[in-house]
Nanobody
């Protein structure tokens, strides 16, 4: 079992950067692929990134490629999402999740979801 707690959200201005964290409990963090997702008001949850268990590779949705960077520290049981050049369209609740495979993340069917953290970008 793994529990995930996302943090780091807040209110920022367009063009700002922000880093989200996802802290995992338990000793199995390094066995999971980890992903970031977001859900804007009135929209479906969206896959943003998937990082393999080792952290050596990360895959991004086209909507955030080049602006968002995901990373993980397996020694600290933490996943990060560095977001830059934020726009009001990035306003959403951001979630992290753990899965046994990248595919499970990409189809929004992970094994474990974290609670969300709100990111609001003002114009």
């Amino acid at each position: 079992q793994i529990q995930l707690v996302a943090s780091g959200g807040g209110l920022v201005q367009a063009g700002d950067s922000l880093r989200l964290s996802c802290a995992a409990s338990g000793r199995t963090f390094s066995a999971y692929a980890m992903g970031w997702f977001r859900q804007a008001p009135g929209k479906e949850r969206e896959f943003l990134s998937g990082t393999i268990a080792s952290g050596n590779s990360t895959y991004y949705a086209d909507s955030v490629k080049g602006r968002f960077t995901a990373s993980r520290d397996n020694a600290e049981n933490t996943l990060y999402l560095r977001m830059s050049s934020l726009t009001p369209e990035d306003t959403a609740v951001y979630y992290c999740a753990a899965a046994r495979s990248l595919l499970m993340l990409e189809v929004l069917n992970p094994d474990h979801w974290g609670q969300g953290t709100q990111v609001t970008v003002s114009s």
